[in-house]
């Protein structure tokens, strides 16, 4: 990736949009329109209160429009594909389709998993910028008690997409989970990396050592409390990105306790340092099934600007705020 410090000067830079919000008319999401929803899947019911109705601090549903799908209902439609000509399988959704017997260039495989939606709130807030502290806790520990619930599969990625820009369909703050048949390629080099650092080291973890250094030379490094600290990572790809780390290496973030203190202060930077609530886009990069050796990380990034086609042609990145001088600003604004 490029720092592109120049570039920032160009005139039309980090004029955040505002970003209106709709309200709560017709909010799926909103505490009394449980019925607008599918059968929820979970929910934190401290009153004891019955499924699908009031009384609830987070929810879980399932998407409805997933990019994922149980495999009961990939068979499912595999059968009525099947019967209208179409390329899947009701035999056996994974591995036969007419479509294998197209070149190994095409291949493919139906996308078995589950795409789950977790309601950070029965308020109707569009970030979780807008939670209280104590809110915040109960919604990251909502997420990872869905991670828990989803480890059967290989990999379960957890996002928050907030604001217009950000890819959020809804403006109700919903963490998303996906938990998919495979481990995704980021991840598995991620994993390599650990692995190989840890044979070269004998036993260290990288983020560890990265996370040490940081701590030891400053520049880059925002706030820390007794769990986590937050960075602005080291050739970070977009402006104001932010890495919230544990301090002791933890290999998953779902079987971890940190972090959702520091997650609300860093958000609140943002807010201060841009006068509004910033767009955002956040995922938990954790252990896939079966991993021992990993260190979890989240990572927000204040949605700025969209990359252009240098980005898309080249799967570089030109990223116009140095890291060093986002996490002096981010210091600066939560001071
Ligand atoms: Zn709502």
Redesign the pocket.
């Known amino acids: 990736m490029l720092i592109a410090p120049g570039r920032a000067q160009r005139p039309d830079q980090f004029e955040m949009d505002g970003w209106m919000s709709h309200g709560?008319d017709d909010?799926p999401?909103?505490e009394g329109?449980e019925g607008m929803t599918p059968p929820e899947l979970d929910a934190d019911r401290p009153d004891g209160s019955p499924p699908d109705g009031p009384g609830w601090k987070t929810r879980v549903v399932p998407n409805l429009y997933p990019a994922l799908i149980p495999a009961e209902d990939a068979e499912a439609a595999g059968k009525a594909e099947t019967e209208a000509g179409a390329f899947a399988s009701a035999a056996d959704p994974l591995l036969a389709s007419s479509r294998s017997a197209e070149p190994d260039m095409f291949a493919s495989r139906p996308a078995i998993g589950h795409h789950d939606v977790i309601v950070n709130s029965p308020r109707?807030v569009s970030s979780i910028g807008q939670l209280y502290p104590a809110e915040l806790e109960v919604a990251v520990a909502a997420w990872r008690r869905r991670m828990i619930a989803r480890a059967d599969l290989p990999y379960v990625q957890l996002i928050l997409n907030e604001g217009p820009d950000s890819g959020a369909s809804l403006?109700?703050s919903h963490a998303q989970i996906g938990a998919s048949p495979f481990v995704p390629a980021a991840i598995a080099r991620e994993r390599e990396r650990f692995n190989s650092y840890r044979e070269r080291t004998a036993g260290a973890s990288l983020l560890g050592e990265v996370l040490r250094e940081e701590i030891r030379r400053g520049d880059r490094l925002v706030a820390i409390d007794d769990e986590v600290a937050l960075i602005c990572p080291w050739a970070s790809r977009f402006p104001y990105e932010m890495r919230i780390i544990p301090r002791r290496p933890e290999a998953r973030f779902e079987e971890g306790q940190g972090g959702a203190a520091m997650l609300g202060r860093a958000i609140a930077g943002l807010n201060a340092l841009f006068g509004q609530q910033p767009q955002l886009n956040l995922w938990v990069k954790t252990a896939p099934r079966g991993v021992e050796h990993f260190h979890w990380h989240l990572d927000l990034v204040p949605r700025l600007e969209p990359g252009s086609s240098f980005e898309m042609a080249t799967g570089v990145d030109i990223n116009v705020i140095s890291p060093e001088k986002a996490a002096a600003g981010l210091r600066e604004a939560m001071s």
């Open positions: 709560p909010c999401f909103c329109k109707h403006e109700h």
